[in-house]
């Protein structure tokens, strides 16, 4: 009787700990724009590019004379359009949280605190240059 309790007491904490494991994100770093520039001189695939910026959630707050000079290192349109539109994605995202909590948390507030959001979210980052 002790041994079961025991064996379900320890498959029970193993697989909690399984759970636990499985949520957490694998951090990984922003891709630069100079890093996509050494990609496409490196003769990677459009593809191939645009996985990696998708894989590290990178965000980028580009100014137009900024993606003229990527364009002039080489980096494929399609690479720049995606860049592109990561930084449209993501305002819209946003917008579409503030509309969420201004809908069931009206003045950002919860019984009196400041809500910050989900602490394990995990939110692209935002590269400005």
């Known amino acids: 009787m002790a ?3 025991l064996i379900l ?10 759970g636990c494991a499985s949520l ?17 001189k490196a003769e990677e ?11 590290s959630r990178t ?5 137009a004379s900024q993606f003229a000079q ?6 494929a349109d399609a690479v720049l359009d995606h860049m592109q539109q990561t930084y449209f994605w993501e305002i819209s995202q946003a917008r579409c949280r503030e ?16 809500w910050n959001g989900y602490p394990w979210s995990v939110y692209p980052m935002i590269i400005k240059y």
């Not at 498959?11 to 909690?16: E, Q, T």
């Not at 990527?70 to 980096?75: D, I, N, P, R, T």
């Open 3 to 5: 041994r079961t309790l």
């Open 9 to 18: 007491a320890t498959s029970v904490i193993l697989a909690g700990l399984t």
């Open 24 to 40: 957490m994100h694998e951090k990984t770093s922003p891709l630069s724009p100079q890093q996509i520039v050494e990609m496409t």
């Open 45 to 55: 695939t459009t593809a191939n590019i645009i996985s990696r910026i998708k894989q």
């Open 59 to 63: 965000v980028y707050n580009l100014t």
């Open 70 to 75: 990527l364009s002039k290192a080489g980096v």
């Open 99 to 114: 509309a969420y909590y201004d809908l069931w948390f009206p003045g950002r507030s919860w019984y009196g605190h400041p």
